[in-house]
């Protein structure tokens, strides 16, 4: 027979692990709510609603994936972006209502952004949405012009909403917004973000101001997206030097240099050659001209 005693320590150790279970429990919908999430979007009809969501999953994807670029700094010391990104990610836990993702004409999310603050404002909704993000990233473009660097939408046509889940009616006023075709989720349901998920699409721009603030122009570079208008393979002719009107094929892209090495024949031989960008153009450019 157990006495009363034990009875009570049994009693108040079950009692005690309930949190536990259920907290385990409320991760468990929440983790399969976030794929359920990047696997699918509202639409007027299902196939539209299966397609856009394909589309978010791998715009999450990638995202997830520079997000991954923006937390670590390739093991070197933690500079200012990766310490702003932590920040961020502590401060999801306490930061009132849940990210939710908007869809919207592709082109118009920064139109978008301004649209939805005026009628937060105009409908007096301050206490419902919090804050409306469009993700950016800095690019780094290379072509036989030169290096520029361009600011451009991560996820074109999505939006990020912080706001309260609540409120219908702050829903239907969000969703019908001019440009917004609606919210990211299952059944015509927005489907709230998981911490992850936001820190992941957020975590590149976060970075990047906070560097750019701090002063710290290497890392920033280093956590730019390159983007090169050569590639290997391409055909070209030289316009520049001692090569000049010589077609040859690129090689190698060496996008920090901004050269290219180029397969030339000379003597009937590949012969490889180092040049500037600005001194090939592409075959394909020439028949455009």
Do not use: C
């Not at 609603?49 to 997830?64: I, L, S, T």
């Not at 520029?148 to 702050?170: F, Q, W």
């Amino acid at each position: 027979m157990v006495d009363e005693n034990t009875a009570s320590a049994e009693a108040e150790e079950l009692e005690g692990n309930e949190p536990v279970a259920h907290d385990v429990a409320q991760s468990a919908v929440a983790q399969e709510a976030a794929s359920a999430s990047d696997a699918s979007e509202v639409s007027d009809n299902a196939e539209a609603h299966e397609a856009e969501g394909a589309e978010v999953a791998d715009g999450v994807q990638g995202a997830e994936a520079a997000g991954e670029n923006a937390d670590a700094d390739n093991g070197e010391e933690e500079d200012a972006g990766t310490k702003a990104v932590a920040e961020f990610r502590q401060s999801l836990r306490t930061l009132p209502g849940k990210w939710y993702v908007l869809h919207t004409y592709s082109g118009y999310e920064r139109r978008v952004k301004q649209n939805v603050e005026a009628r937060v404002a105009t409908f007096g909704l301050e206490d419902k949405v919090y804050q409306i993000e469009v993700p950016m990233e800095e690019v780094e473009k290379h072509t036989e012009k030169g290096k520029k660097l361009i600011s451009r939408v991560r996820i074109p046509g999505y939006v990020l909403i912080r706001m309260s889940n609540e409120d219908e009616d702050a829903f239907r006023i969000v969703r019908e917004t001019e440009a917004v075709t609606g919210f990211v989720g299952l059944q015509n349901e927005p489907m709230p973000l998981s911490r992850k998920e936001v820190v992941s699409m957020m975590g590149p721009m976060i970075a990047q101001e906070a560097l750019r603030k701090a002063g710290q122009g290497e890392a920033a570079a280093k956590k730019r997206v390159v983007e090169v208008s050569f590639k290997q393979g391409d055909q070209v002719t030289v316009t520049d030097g001692p090569f000049a009107t010589m077609a040859g094929v690129i090689s190698e892209v060496q996008p920090q240099t901004q050269k290219v090495t180029v397969l030339v024949s000379i003597f009937d031989r590949d012969t490889p050659v180092e040049l500037n960008f600005s001194q090939v153009k592409k075959v394909d450019d020439e028949k455009r001209g």
